[in-house]
């Protein structure tokens, strides 16, 4: 069976819908699909549920496209996996992307209370069991395409072999071109990218640390910055240092913040999803920023 889906388009957003009310994150996805941005990647750690969000979300936009970024394979079995697949595909043709993740050890042990298993061989396994899955709903005219979440050369190379592609969260221009030599042409690259709409460097640094804080904590996103030639002295208790900062946030004007997204695409990126971080501190993305970066515009 093919897909109906392509390509994912050449950029989309990523962002949280959790500081919306329902008719806002209406509001807001009608908004980007208006703006010309082609997906809206949707997280899950502990807020609402992504997949009826997104099925409320398409009954009310036309075109935009429907990601999430990722789903926790630890919240969910396989079995359910495939349902949840298959009935996307049917509704949404063309426009939803499953995309999958293990999350982090500290949010599938002591949060969900799951045995945390090595990453590849338990994501592996999980794809071969979606593959096999018994779904006796109806079924979808064309597949739906999964992602998964690969920062590090084992798990890229299982999406090259085993999913339509990759969607690494966390990183550089210079990780998008490792992560390309390792996929080859064909698969999707969908890089995430954090962007602050602040030019002043303390300013923008500061809100930078404030929203990266949670996510270097976490040994598989550290493990893959070691990897790509930071040192444990970029990792200090008190902040990140500002090389890796600067290398994770884009900051600065319009022209400064559209660069580092070329950036991914002369990487080999297919796709980059942005996240725009408020400079207010509140929760929610910045609408200025993606209103400047917009395709439309």
């Given at each position: 069976m ?19 009310s329902s ?11 208006t703006?010309?941005?082609?997906t ?43 349902a ?10 063309g426009?939803?992307?499953?995309g ?61 072999e ?27 690259l ?103 970066l917009?395709?439309?515009?």
């Amino acid at each position: 069976m093919s897909e109906a889906l392509e390509h994912p388009g050449r950029l989309g957003v990523w962002s949280s819908v959790d500081s919306f009310s329902s008719t806002e994150a209406v509001e807001f996805a009608q908004q980007i699909e208006t703006w010309g941005y082609s997906t809206l990647w949707i997280p899950e750690a502990v807020g609402r549920d992504p997949f009826p969000m997104i099925g409320f979300l398409a009954a009310q936009t036309e075109k935009l496209i429907f990601a999430t970024g990722i789903a926790n394979i630890y919240a969910r079995d396989a079995i359910l996996a495939k349902a949840i697949k298959q009935t996307c595909a049917e509704m949404l043709p063309g426009r939803f992307i499953l995309g999958l993740g293990v999350s982090h050890p500290h949010l599938v042990s002591r949060l969900r209370g799951h045995e945390w298993l090595p990453p590849v061989k338990k994501m592996r396994e999980y794809l071969e069991a979606i593959e096999a899955g018994l779904y006796m709903g109806p079924a979808p005219e064309h597949e739906a395409p999964i992602v998964i979440a690969a920062l590090r050369p084992r798990m890229l190379k299982l999406a090259k072999e085993a999913a339509r592609g990759a969607h690494p969260y966390l990183v550089t221009p210079e990780h998008t071109r490792r992560a390309r030599e390792i996929l080859g042409e064909g698969p999707w690259l969908c890089p995430e990218q954090k962007v602050i709409l602040e030019s002043d460097a303390a300013t923008a640094r500061r809100i930078a640390r404030e929203n990266l804080k949670v996510y270097l904590r976490a040994p598989n996103y550290k493990n893959s910055l070691l990897e790509l030639g930071f040192s444990e002295a970029d990792f200090a208790e008190s902040e990140a240092s500002d090389g890796l900062v600067d290398a994770l946030v884009a900051w600065g004007d319009e022209d400064a913040l559209r660069a580092r997204v070329q950036e991914h695409w002369d990487a080999g990126a297919d796709h980059v999803c942005i996240q725009a971080f408020r400079t207010d501190g509140k929760q929610g993305p910045d609408m200025k920023a993606l209103k400047l970066l917009a395709p439309a515009s």
